[in-house]
């Protein structure tokens, strides 16, 4: 399955440097969207389509330019002749880069690339600003279970404000943590069938009109979690991440703790195959097929 990052968007509010677009924010070594196409790497998914706007000549340099050296181990020899990585982030990955406009919504970004995607019963998307400790296969299960054509993580917002309930007079009768309430959000996470085309129209934003027609056919569903996710929207956000990455306790970076990637990957596979749903996208090695 290929990966479709959407990296056009401005991020008004959180830029501290109008130059850098809102994926290439770092946190520690790497921008936040590296971080999250490791994430997926983790999984297997490995074939990126970049939807680009706003700076997108800042995106595709990076990459032409990208140092595996920064962020990883190696051993320098013949007097600095010669560099060899003992660990390597990208040598196995497809990026393809895309210009899908500098003022595109995410519908109209996610069209742009539909023909990267031909082929693909399936695939996957993201915001790229957000990122999460979930185990991509369980989302993976559930949604080849329902049989759907999408799905998106349903998490809980991560904001410092209250909710209120007040009568018709405006008499408060509850101020609430909005943390604590039942109130859940797109988390930006998304999986999807090809036929999600089908229910697109001509400069739709995806979570509106498209997403309210599969609402409708009942075809969209919603895999819920609530251990960490957090979404890179404000400077504080930002700082928090950067945090948690500095002190080694970044819960996104499940590849530290999973030295066995192959078995995380195959035994999920395993069980969906036993639940009857063989065939849909799985290859006899037990890797998620595109």
Request: some cysteine.
């Given at each position: ?99 899908t406009g500098l003022h595109s919504n995410i519908g109209m970004r996610l069209k742009a690339v539909e023909r990267h995607l031909a082929g693909e019963e399936y695939f996957l998307a993201n915001y790229a600003d957000g990122l999460t400790d979930l185990n991509l296969n369980d989302q993976l299960s559930h949604f080849f279970a329902t049989g759907t054509v999408a799905s998106f993580l349903s998490v809980k917002p991560n904001l ?131």
């Amino acid at each position: 399955m290929k990966v479709v990052l959407f990296c056009g968007g401005l991020g008004m509010r959180i830029r501290d440097n109008e130059n850098i677009p809102k994926p290439m924010i770092t946190i520690g070594y790497r921008p936040i969207v590296c971080h999250l196409m490791k994430y997926y790497a983790h999984f297997g998914f490995k074939d990126f389509i970049l939807c680009l706007g706003y700076r997108a000549d800042y995106i595709k340099n990076y990459f032409l330019t990208y140092n595996e050296c920064v962020s990883n181990d190696f051993t320098l020899s013949e007097g600095g002749r010669k560099v060899d990585l003992l660990k390597s982030d990208i040598s196995d990955w497809r990026i393809t880069f895309v210009d899908t406009g500098l003022h595109s919504n995410i519908g109209m970004r996610l069209k742009a690339v539909e023909r990267h995607l031909a082929g693909e019963e399936y695939f996957l998307a993201n915001y790229a600003d957000g990122l999460t400790d979930l185990n991509l296969n369980d989302q993976l299960s559930h949604f080849f279970a329902t049989g759907t054509v999408a799905s998106f993580l349903s998490v809980k917002p991560n904001l410092s404000l209250h909710s209120v309930s007040t009568d018709a007079a405006g008499q408060v009768t509850g101020i609430e943590d909005i943390a604590q309430t039942r109130l859940r959000v797109n988390g930006g996470f998304f999986v999807f069938r090809s036929d999600i085309f089908d229910y697109m129209g001509e400069g739709e934003e995806l979570v509106v009109q498209p997403f309210r027609r599969l609402i409708g056919k009942q075809q969209l569903v919603a895999f819920q979690h609530d251990t960490f996710w957090q979404a890179m929207d404000t400077f504080k956000d930002r700082e928090g991440l950067e945090r948690l990455y500095a002190t080694g306790n970044a819960p996104w970076e499940l590849w530290k703790n999973a030295p066995d990637a192959e078995r995380s990957i195959t035994e999920p596979v395993s069980a969906l195959v036993n639940v009857g749903i063989e065939g849909r996208g799985l290859t006899a090695r037990g890797d998620w097929a595109g």
